[in-house]
Structure formats: C-alpha cells, structure tokens
C-alpha cells in the first residue's frame, strides 16, 4: 500500500460534487492537492464540479480559472430568456438563456473530446428523457466533445434549458448523484472527494417566501442531500477523504464571494490532507475521524424515533419512550452525525473531544456500532 510518504505514486481520483458557485471552493482544494504534491489520476464530477474538473482535465491552469473565478459577475453567467419566456409562456424550457454558460464554458475547456483529455475526466449527467445517469468519460462515451457534456451536467432544471450530448438529451447530474463518488473508485487507492453543495444543510427561515426558483433550489438541495446520505452510510472502499469546506452560509448562485470561497476550500483541504496517511493505511472507511461526544437531554426528547431510524445501532428507547444512546463516544467521519440536526426538539447534542480509549484511536466505536 502506497503510504502519504511517496505521495506522487498514490493513485487517487477527485471528485468533485455540485453546488452552484460554492464550487469555487474546489480551486482551493486543488492547490493544497498540489503542495503536497498529490496528482489525482482521475477527476469526477457534476455541474461546477464537472465544470471546474473539465477544464483543468483539458488543460487550463488552476490558476486561469482562479482569475475567472475572482472576475466573473451575474451578467456573464444569468440572462433571462425574455423571448422565449414572452413566446412559449409556460413551455418554455428555461428561466436563463444556454449561450452566456455555453460561451463561458468554450472559453475553459476548448473543443476537445474526452478521449483528447490531458487527465481522464468524467461528467455525470442524467437524460432527462430516460431518466437514467449518463457519465461521459466511462468506456463508450469518450468520442463526445467534452463541453457538451459539461454543459448538460450544469443545466439546473428550470434555470437553463437541457443540452444535447451524443443524442442524449440531458440535465444536471446532480438530480440523481451530486457527488459522484461511485463513478470514480475503480482501481484506485483513494477517493478524494469534495461536497460543496449538501454540507451542513441548515435550517432556512423565510424560505417560503423567496419566489420559486429558492423554493425549487431549496428543495433540489433537500433531495441532493438525501441521497448523498444513503451512498455515504453504504460506503466501504476504498477508504474515502471527504473535504467538506465550511460554505453552507454562502446562495449556490451569490456573486462576490470566490476569495473567500477559494480559501476556505485551501483551509479545509489542508486540515483533510494531514489524515491522508491514515485513510491510506485503513482498509476502508471515510476519513477524517474525529472522537465526539454525544449525548440526548431526556427532558427535551419526544420519542419521535428518529434517531432510532437513522441510527439504529446506536439508539435504543427505553421504557418510557425516550431516545437512549448506546455509546457516547463516538468515531465518526464528516458523514456521521445527520441524526443531531434531524432531531426535531434539539435533544441530541454532540462535541468533538480529544480523548483516546486504550489508549487508540480504533477502539473508539464508530458511529451506529452497536455496543460489543
């Protein structure tokens, strides 16, 4: 096993998960990746993530698109399709004309195919007419242009009308998988993945009130989220580093913010990357582990047993139909914990603490193992 001490032989993939701007986050992480020397032998990913992906697969500088990045405003990327909105009223396909994206993404990543690509790319999409994910990249789909199917993959339903890849006709990727981890881990050491649009999904006063396209990116990040959990709490190998930037506070589609999201992507990476020779030495799993401590406040629960369903193997009820916590230690990845927000009294309340058991980290359970 190839150890972070040689780490231009690690064979990793990136993968790179939508979330509108938020994924100018993935710029920071790719110059920590570089100062450690690390060379992703695959880049995955959907919408901005493909986007960002696809141009530095296809050969621009990390550091061309972190200039873009800084100066790109609403008007080079949002148009109203005023026309077709006043012609085809309700069957107009979209909110946003295609040609300020389509043009941006000429701009990045050329006219090339993803056969011609300089690192190999994959783009997740889905056709919109089946239903099904389409992954450009995979065997059988590289004689397509690379724009095209990044394109598709940043088509937001509603906001920009669908794109035409290979005669498929297709949409964000995110509807089905917006971290497109499964895609990416053949034959690989590593996963290095990076959510930028389901971390820390927080509670949104006055959502109802902002219009339906918030109400309709709101709930498309409600699902997004969802289904990440489910891959994440099936994941084995092989062992996963999740880098999840703090950048929740941030509107998938709010200008002026790319310095800070840049950063902030550099600073979680860097504080990923120094567990990179443990996630390396372990068999599988999601790394970073950290120990927390949980705990449930009897007084407030409700037994409404959503803890019990999320959790099964670490909360029981007692007697009196209130939620009990098996082990209140606890090892957990930036996967773990959904259950604390999801409780609907704030009973379930958990901090991360510095202590070892015998004196080892691995003695520490890991979230949802029952007790021995």
């Not at 190839?2 to 990793?12: E, K, M, N, Q, S």
């Not at 993530?49 to 530095?56: C, E, H, N, T, W």
Request: glycine share 10%.
């Amino acid at each position: 096993m190839t150890t972070a001490l040689d780490p231009g032989r690690v064979r990793f993939s990136l993968v790179l998960g939508g979330g509108g701007l938020k994924g100018f986050a993935h710029l920071g992480v790719m110059r920590a990746l570089e100062e450690r020397g690390l060379a992703q032998s695959v880049i995955a990913g959907t919408s901005i993530g493909a986007l960002i992906g696809g141009a530095v697969a296809t050969g621009t500088t990390r550091e061309a698109l972190e200039a873009t990045a800084r100066g790109l405003a609403r008007r080079d990327l949002f148009q109203i399709n005023r026309v077709k909105i006043l012609l085809d009223r309700m069957r107009t396909p979209s909110v946003y004309s295609a040609e300020p994206l389509v043009a941006l993404i000429a701009k990045l990543v050329g006219d090339i195919r993803f056969d011609e690509a300089r690192i190999p790319l994959l783009v997740n999409t889905v056709d919109v007419e089946t239903g099904f994910q389409v992954i450009w990249g995979l065997s059988g789909q590289r004689d397509v242009a690379v724009r095209d199917a990044i394109y598709a993959s940043c088509a937001l339903p509603g906001a920009f009308p669908p794109g035409v890849v290979g005669g498929h006709v297709c949409v964000d990727g995110g509807a089905a998988d917006n971290l497109p981890v499964t895609i990416a881990d053949q034959d690989m050491e590593l996963v290095v993945a990076v959510d930028v649009g389901s971390t820390d999904l927080t509670r949104e006063d006055g959502i109802a009130s902002r219009g339906f396209f918030d109400i309709s990116m709101r709930a498309a990040q409600i699902t997004m989220a969802a289904l990440q959990r489910e891959q994440l709490d099936k994941w084995t190998t092989p062992p996963m580093l999740l880098i999840r930037p703090r950048v929740n506070h941030v509107g998938w589609f709010e200008f002026g913010h790319a310095g800070f999201l840049i950063d902030e992507g550099y600073r979680a990476a860097r504080e990923a990357l120094d567990h990179l020779e443990t996630a390396l030495a372990s068999p599988a799993g999601i790394f970073p582990r950290r120990v927390m401590e949980v705990d449930v406040e009897r007084e407030r629960c409700c037994g409404c047993r959503m803890c019990t369903v999320l959790a099964p193997g670490l909360f029981v009820m007692d007697a009196q139909g209130k939620a009990m916590i098996r082990e209140r230690v606890l090892h957990w990845s930036p996967a773990d914990g959904a259950f604390v927000r999801q409780c609907p009294t704030g009973a379930i309340t958990a901090r991360r603490v510095e202590r070892r058991v015998s004196g080892t980290m691995d003695a520490i359970p890991a979230v949802g193992a029952p007790r021995p």
